[in-house]
């Protein structure tokens, strides 16, 4: 089975705080995806990576960034946390794009910004 | 752009009964991909069911089946004899058949709160 690790499953943070959010997946998938989850709006894709150290922005990337310099790691970085980032954060991992399997995702982190 | 709505915030269903959950979607394109994905109180998302666009034929998995009405877009998710393990949300997704770009990635419905009564 797939394994998509977040370390931290609870997070609470200072407003202007840089905040790392660490996403370790060991199916040597090419693919990785941030997402931010808030009710009433479902998921919202922040930034993906087709392959190490490439990156693109999503349909929210704004407040936020992202590094991928090994394959099994992507992490997502807020560079000074503001109240409005308070979310659910979910990773995901897929073999591929050119295949059609489907995104494995993580546990979740639920940040707090105070 | 392609967008997917699920119109029923919440839902409930009694234990051993079925219950279906409703999702459309626009799209102009004729190639894509759609899916059913649980996320319990565990938060885990966990894909319950996919359907190719170009099979005709519904996908089933075990208790979970679609009704794929392609001319229609809609894809509805059907729970038959539902169990109290299946109290969840629901995310119905869609994925463009063309990998260029971003146009492989998954677009999220809003999701659906499913309730199982003992």
């Known amino acids: 089975d797939v394994k998509v690790t977040q370390s931290s499953r609870y997070l609470v943070k200072r407003t202007g705080e840089k905040v790392f959010l660490e996403c370790v997946q060991d199916?040597?998938?090419?693919?990785m995806f941030w997402y931010r989850q808030d009710p009433g709006l479902g998921l919202r894709l922040i930034y993906f990576?087709?392959?190490?150290?490439?990156?693109e922005k999503g349909d929210i990337p704004e407040g936020y960034s992202v590094s991928r310099e090994k394959k099994e790691r992507f992490s997502l970085i807020l560079e000074s946390a503001s109240t409005n980032q308070t979310s659910m954060y979910l990773c995901a991992s897929r073999l591929d794009r050119a295949n059609n399997s489907p995104l494995h995702f993580g546990n979740g982190t639920r940040l707090t910004v105070t | 752009a392609q967008t997917v709505t699920q119109s029923q915030p919440e839902m409930s269903v009694q234990e051993a009964e079925t219950v279906t959950l409703s999702c459309t979607y626009d799209?102009?394109?004729?190639?894509?991909?759609l899916f059913w994905y649980k996320q319990p109180p565990s938060r885990q998302m966990i894909l319950v069911i996919r359907q190719e666009a170009y099979k005709q034929q519904n996908a089933t998995e075990n208790r979970f089946s679609v009704n794929f009405q392609k001319a229609a877009k809609s894809f509805s998710l059907k729970i038959s004899d539902s169990q109290l393990g299946d109290a969840a949300m629901y995310f119905c997704a869609y994925r463009s058949g063309d990998y260029g770009g971003s146009q492989g990635n998954l677009i999220f419905g809003k999701g659906t709160k499913l309730s199982v009564k003992p």
């Open positions: 990576s087709y392959d190490v150290k490439m990156k």
């Open positions: 799209t102009s394109e004729s190639d894509y991909y």
């Open positions: 199916m040597d998938h090419e693919n």
